[in-house]
């Protein structure tokens, strides 16, 4: 059985208006904390240890993240990503960068991965990011998601 993806975005999207959107005649909720919106999906009949039943489905929202200021980005990579990252002004981790980061101390680390909102690995450096960074990252929720060599997301940025 396949998920219609505009049911899905329709259904995404009127969850999150409901929760931001003012309505009028009242006041703003005022909220101190990160909002978040929890997805259940009750599956039934499929058994999901099967690999062609796996679902890994990723949608844009249409409601961007507004933040006051640029998020601070950390891109790991090598060669020209890493030369075009410079130059935007984003912080950079090479491949020795990232081992000179391994020898220092637990807090330290801890310290680094609490400064950056997102990292932006390439998928050839991901291998030494998980050996090296993912006991840190991957507890606060920041593990990167790789993007494949010569892929443009510099420009994204």
Same mark, same amino acid.
């Given at each position: 059985?396949? !998920? ?6 329709r ?9 931001v959107?003012?309505?009028?005649? *009242?006041?703003?909720?005022? @909220?101190? *904390? ?7 999906? =009750?599956?039934?009949d &499929? ?6 039943? @796996? ?10 993240? &507004? ?5 601070? &980005?950390?891109?790991i990579? +090598? ?9 935007l002004? !984003?912080?950079? /981790?090479? +491949?020795?960068?990232? !081992?000179?980061?391994? =020898? ?7 310290? %680094?991965v609490k400064?950056?909102?997102? %990292? #932006? !690995?390439?998928d050839?450096?991901?291998r030494?990011v998980? @050996?090296y /960074?993912? @006991?840190?990252?991957?507890? #606060? ?5 790789? *993007?494949?060599?010569?892929?443009? &997301?510099?420009? =994204?940025?």
């Amino acid at each position: 059985m396949k !998920v219609d993806d505009k049911l899905l975005k329709r259904s995404l999207n009127a969850a999150i208006d409901f929760s931001v959107i003012k309505k009028e005649g *009242f006041k703003d909720k005022i @909220r101190k *904390f990160d909002e978040t919106i929890d997805i259940i999906i =009750n599956i039934k009949d &499929i058994n999901l240890n099967e690999p062609k039943n @796996r679902i890994d489905k990723e949608i844009i929202l249409s409601h961007q993240v &507004i933040t006051e200021d640029k998020p601070n &980005i950390c891109v790991i990579a +090598s060669d020209n990503i890493l030369l075009e990252a410079k130059k935007l002004g !984003v912080d950079t /981790l090479d +491949s020795d960068s990232l !081992v000179k980061l391994n =020898n220092e101390e637990k807090k330290y680390k801890k310290k %680094f991965v609490k400064k950056y909102e997102y %990292f #932006v !690995v390439e998928d050839k450096m991901m291998r030494d990011v998980a @050996r090296y /960074l993912a @006991r840190f990252l991957g507890p #606060v929720g920041k593990m990167p998601k790789p *993007f494949p060599t010569g892929y443009g &997301i510099i420009s =994204n940025l």
